[in-house]
């Protein structure tokens, strides 16, 4: 028997175990084929059954490190959609349905042209979301129309790209203001053309003749772009054509209310700080000692109609801001929040601007041309921008212009405060 086999073992050992150490040796010694064999057969599956829970483990933890990373990334850019943008590469199949007349949406985060993507043109539309309600401040929150434009310009980044500093904000104002803001704002017939100008080269800033305010309105399109003084609306010394407005009554109070906000002590701080503008220039700014344009201005579009090429402002400004109001007098706002928006440009692109056709150049990033949104910028010498051809009218373009600038003459401001009346270098 194999326990005599062992005793034997042991004995030419001249050793004689206890019994029940021969039983442990016997144990674990002496394994049966059949048990050595089945052993064999399972060793195998328990590495295969080792290695795939393994792989389990580790597919379950790449997929919630990416959940999270997602979730912390679209979190963090929720407050300013300057940073949550996306690009819309040249697909073939969209380009084909476009030629071929099939209407294809654009989402927000990407705009198309037909002439773009024969080009390679690559623009992305920076644009407030569809449904914004969860990013929404809530009026009755605050005491008054300021308070709430406050909060919502504190709440959005700025960004450095492509250059320093600028901002796009989105639900800017109450929504009772805005829509007030809407229902007062102007028709052309209340309006005057635009003059001629220059000075929005890059090196512009370095001629004498741009030191001087008599370089005025940078736009060579004279009958393509009307503006309004909005400061010549709520002054009622100031002569204006009143035959433009639904009520003008009501537009001068709905404007006055703007003004108030926008050239408070407290916002102009805010717009002082968040686009870190120059030092020195904050008391001559809050106390209302700089030239300032607040100017309602409408642009005709079309293939034929308004553009201006990539320039990066007069060095005479400070600052430039610009709110949007699509869709009025007929305009398709559908359409023109990817058309009728600025676009921003980088250095490179400026320099490879087409000289030939009034400077264009693709846009690194374009404003979606949304309701209560607007955006600004600190003007300096790479502050580059445009505004593209749009190839088909969508309606007008209407928008309010803030600027503040460095210094005018004291002949073109007012005796109560440095504005230059809607005369701007733009």
């Not at 997602?70 to 929720?78: A, E, I, M, Q």
């Not at 054509?241 to 639904?246: D, H, P």
């Not at 300032?292 to 090429?309: C, H, P, S, V």
């Amino acid at each position: 028997s194999s326990k005599a086999l062992l005793r034997n073992r042991y004995h030419h050992q001249n050793v004689l175990p206890e019994e029940d150490v021969l039983e442990d040796a016997l144990n674990t010694t002496l394994i049966s084929p059949r048990s050595k064999q089945s052993q064999q057969q399972q060793s195998p599956s328990s590495k295969a059954l080792s290695v795939q829970m393994l792989f389990v483990f580790l597919l379950a933890f790449v997929t919630f490190t990416y959940s999270e990373l997602d979730f912390f990334s679209s979190t963090s850019t929720s407050s300013s959609p300057l940073g949550d943008t996306s690009r819309l590469e040249n697909d073939d199949e969209y380009v084909e349905k476009k030629r071929e007349g099939v209407e294809v949406e654009v989402e927000v985060g990407a705009s198309f042209d037909e002439k773009e993507a024969s080009s390679s043109f690559k623009n992305v539309l920076v644009s407030c979301p569809t449904n914004d309600d969860v990013n929404k401040v809530n009026p009755v929150d605050f005491e008054t129309d300021l308070d709430y434009v406050l909060e919502n310009f504190k709440r959005t980044e700025t960004t450095s790209d492509p250059f320093e500093e600028i901002v796009y904000v989105c639900n800017v104002f109450p929504p009772e203001l805005y829509e007030k803001m809407l229902s007062d704002f102007p028709l052309i017939a209340s309006m005057e053309p635009t003059e001629k100008g220059r000075c929005s080269e890059a090196g512009d800033w370095k001629l004498a003749k741009c030191k001087s305010y008599s370089a005025a309105g940078s736009n060579q399109f004279k009958d393509l772009r009307w503006k309004l003084s909005g400061y010549d609306v709520i002054d009622p010394k100031n002569r204006v054509e009143k035959s433009g407005f639904r009520d003008f009554e009501s537009a001068k109070e709905t404007w006055r209310r703007v003004e108030q906000i926008l050239f408070s002590e407290r916002f102009q701080n805010l717009v002082y700080d968040k686009l870190k503008l120059p030092e020195g220039w904050r008391d001559k700014m809050i106390t209302g000692n700089v030239p300032t344009d607040f100017r309602l201005q409408t642009d005709k579009m079309g293939e034929n109609g308004y553009a201006i090429g990539v320039h990066p402002d007069t060095p005479k400004k400070l600052a430039t801001m610009q709110f949007y109001f699509p869709g009025l007098h007929g305009g398709d706002e559908k359409k023109q929040e990817s058309k009728y928006g600025t676009c921003v440009h980088t250095a490179k692109q400026f320099e490879e601007r087409d000289r030939k056709n009034n400077n264009a150049a693709p846009c690194e990033k374009k404003f979606g041309f949304r309701h209560n949104s607007m955006y600004a910028f600190k003007v300096h010498e790479t502050s580059y921008h445009s505004v593209e051809k749009a190839l088909e009218d969508a309606g007008e373009r209407n928008t309010l212009l803030v600027n503040w600038y460095r210094d005018v003459p004291q002949k073109l401001a007012t005796k109560q405060k440095r504005r230059t009346k809607g005369r701007g270098l733009m």
